[in-house]
């Protein structure tokens, strides 16, 4: 006996908003409430949770309820099988995530005193390795190709090599996606240049950053946002901590000062701007409004509340 036909069709899960191309991996972060130096052994809390700059771009998108689907490499290994489960109670799509028969899954170790970051590693060296696997979606078909190529929001971190960042810009399969692009910290900074080259993408950097890029030293957000136009940025958001932000292109420029809140975490501030700010546009915030929108949530992520 043949069970009945039912004539309604399955629920198909919804196709995701926004690709997050870049590290998903453990974050082990120390801290300690007190102010640390160097060399400091002072008792605190530990904690490990799903990080990476791509990973908290899109945890932070879905609380602002669009829908993110990640693209990175993870292992196959006991890590990385908690790590796709941790997505998945997060409201992640994983489902083009490259699994790694043979890297472990990455992870990112930080000590945070009262004063701030103290000093941090990031050992990304599989997603290094795996290199263009990650993409064979936007390549394949899957998501696009070469001559359909992919169109909607894109947030790539500074994780990936240089040479990929290259490739992807310059890449027609990325012809028609609006790039958004963190270097995932200072040392990486210099991996956004193939961006200034193509005046592709919008950029999201510290003073810092932007200084390692510009290969100049910048007093505030809005002289190094400027600069960056004028080395070719299409489009960038300079931050400077507790102090200035501004969002700068060829239309407009608009600097704006950040709440003022106690310090409680730093780890994760930055994605948690960029991610607010993409946020912010997708919901057709003006600029001036969308800036104010990412700097409200990074001071409620940094005084240790959800940024929402």
């Not at 000590?111 to 696997?133: C, F, M, P, R, T």
């Not at 790539?156 to 960042?165: F, R």
């Not at 993409?278 to 003006?286: L, M, S």
């Amino acid at each position: 006996m043949t069970s009945p036909r039912s004539d309604t069709p399955m629920a198909q899960p919804a196709p995701a908003q926004i690709l997050c191309i870049g590290s998903v991996l453990w974050d082990v972060i120390g801290r300690c409430s007190s102010d640390m130096q160097r060399g400091s052994d002072m008792p605190g809390r530990i904690t490990r949770l799903p990080g990476g700059v791509a990973m908290n771009i899109a945890m932070t998108l879905a609380r602002f309820g669009l829908k993110p689907a990640l693209l990175s490499a993870i292992g196959q290994d006991a890590e990385g099988d908690e790590l796709i489960a941790a997505c998945g109670h997060l409201g992640l799509d994983t489902a083009h995530v490259y699994r790694s028969e043979d890297l472990p899954t990455d992870q990112y170790m930080a000590v945070e005193g009262a004063n701030g970051l103290i000093a941090a590693i990031a050992d990304a060296h599989s997603l290094e390795a795996a290199g263009a696997k990650i993409l064979r979606p936007l390549l394949d078909g899957t998501l696009g190709s070469e001559t359909a190529p992919y169109a909607g929001p894109v947030a790539l971190d500074g994780n990936l090599t240089l040479s990929l960042l290259d490739d992807i810009a310059a890449s027609p399969a990325f012809a028609n996606a609006d790039l958004r692009v963190a270097p995932a910290s200072p040392g990486k900074a210099e991996r956004l240049r193939p961006f200034l080259m193509r005046s592709r993408g919008t950029l999201y950097v510290n003073l810092e950053e932007a200084g390692l890029l510009c290969q100049a030293t910048f007093g505030d957000s809005e002289t190094a946002a400027t600069a960056l136009l004028e080395r070719g940025a299409a489009r960038v958001l300079v931050t400077d901590g507790s102090r200035s932000a501004t969002k700068a292109d060829a239309h407009n420029t608009f600097t704006l000062e950040p709440p003022q809140v106690t310090v409680a975490r730093v780890t994760g501030a930055g994605d948690t701007f960029m991610a607010a700010h993409i946020a912010a546009e997708t919901r057709g915030e003006p600029p001036a409004t969308a800036l104010a929108s990412a700097l409200t949530a990074a001071a409620t992520y940094v005084s240790g509340e959800p940024p929402l």
